[in-house]
Structure formats: structure tokens, C-alpha cells
């Protein structure tokens, strides 16, 4: 097994700390990512101009759940023959349209870091159960996010479906998933309105 041993001075004493193999590969992991999530905002601030885009660097940083979906798509679309800049404008076209499907939101929804306060049980022990599950009861009721991820996806639902309120009569605005569609919406307003199911 390949090891890699680095030497630290601490104090006065030489300390060498051996990696494992395996710790290797995860701190290439954790690199590639950190580097893969750069290129991502860079490109996204390199878009900035373009009306088309409903997404851009700020919100990668604001909703991480965002950043985890566009490498999972960049795993997905990943082929040795395309280069990584072509990569990188295949997953945020891709981006632009998933987005404007209800489903999108709901794989956000899913995804959203989740604390849970282990209310009902041994704290220790629930640490431990939120990690194999996706949402016990305690995450389903402390965490925010992942609710207002799947209200967006039901506003669009209901916008694609003719059931919201646009076009009703003429007093009647449009609604905030026509705005987001539209792209003079930008989903951080919906997360920051001070009460939010004003929206719905």
C-alpha cells in the first residue's frame, strides 16, 4: 500500500505524519471538489451578463445543495474526450433547463444539509441514525430549507398546470414561479422574505 509521509516542525520536535493510501484518495477527493466548485462559480460570474441565467455565484455559496447537484452532474456527464471547460458549460446548460422543472427543486429538497437537534432521543445516537437516513422526524421539523425547496417545486407545478393565480383577472399579479421561469425572480428573495408563505 503507497503511503505518503510528511514532516512538520511543531514546537521543536520533527513530527512525521504518515497517509495511508486511503487518506490519500480522500484528500484528492476533497481538493478536486474544492477545485471543481471554483471553476463552477467562475463560470457562473463569467455568465453574470447573460439574461438567460436564473443561478448565479452567490447562491452556490448560499444554497450548497446547489454545488453538490451541479458535481453530481458533472460526474455524470464526465467523459475523458471532452475537456474540463466543455464539462463545465455542459452541466450549467444542463442546469438551465432542469431548473425549470418542479423535479429539480425536490432533488434540492432531498439534498439540503439538515440539522437535527435529537430532541427525541439519545443525541450521540442520533448523530450517528441522520447519517444513514436522509430526514428523521427531528430533521423533518427543524429543517427550513428542504421545506421551501419543495414549496418552489409546487409553485411551479401549480404555474405549469394553469392552477396558480396569473391571468386569473386583471387585478391579479404574477406569481413568483412565472417571475423565477421568466427570469426576474431570483430564488434568494423567496428565502429571505420574512414570512414566507406569503409567496405561496
Not at 8 to 32: M, S, V
Not at 124 to 134: I, K, S, T
Not at 172 to 190: M, N, Q, V
Request: glycine share 4%.
Amino acid at each position: 500500500m503507497e503511503e505518503l509521509a510528511i514532516k512538520r516542525l511543531i514546537g521543536k520536535d520533527i513530527i512525521t505524519i504518515t497517509l495511508t493510501e486511503d487518506e490519500l484518495e480522500k484528500a484528492y477527493r476533497i481538493k478536486e471538489r474544492r477545485y471543481l466548485d471554483e471553476d463552477f462559480a467562475n463560470a457562473l460570474a463569467d455568465a453574470a451578463q447573460d439574461l438567460d441565467i436564473r443561478f448565479h455565484t452567490g447562491h452556490l455559496e448560499e444554497f450548497p445543495e446547489l454545488t453538490g447537484w451541479l458535481c453530481t452532474c458533472f460526474d455524470d456527464f464526465y467523459d475523458a474526450n471532452i475537456s474540463h471547460n466543455d464539462l463545465i458549460e455542459l452541466t450549467l446548460n444542463h442546469l438551465q433547463h432542469a431548473s425549470l422543472m418542479p423535479e429539480f427543486f425536490i432533488s434540492l429538497a432531498e439534498s439540503a444539509p439538515a440539522i437535527c437537534m435529537g430532541a427525541e432521543k439519545n443525541v450521540r445516537e442520533c448523530e450517528q441514525n441522520c447519517g444513514q437516513y436522509h430526514r428523521c422526524s427531528n430533521i423533518a421539523e427543524a429543517n427550513d430549507r428542504s421545506r421551501r425547496w419543495e414549496t418552489l417545486a409546487s409553485m411551479l407545478s401549480m404555474h405549469q398546470s394553469g392552477i396558480c393565480t396569473c391571468g386569473k383577472d386583471e387585478n391579479d399579479e404574477t406569481c413568483p414561479a412565472a417571475k423565477y421561469l421568466a427570469g426576474a425572480w431570483d430564488i434568494s428573495e423567496f428565502f429571505h422574505l420574512k414570512d414566507w408563505k406569503e409567496a405561496v
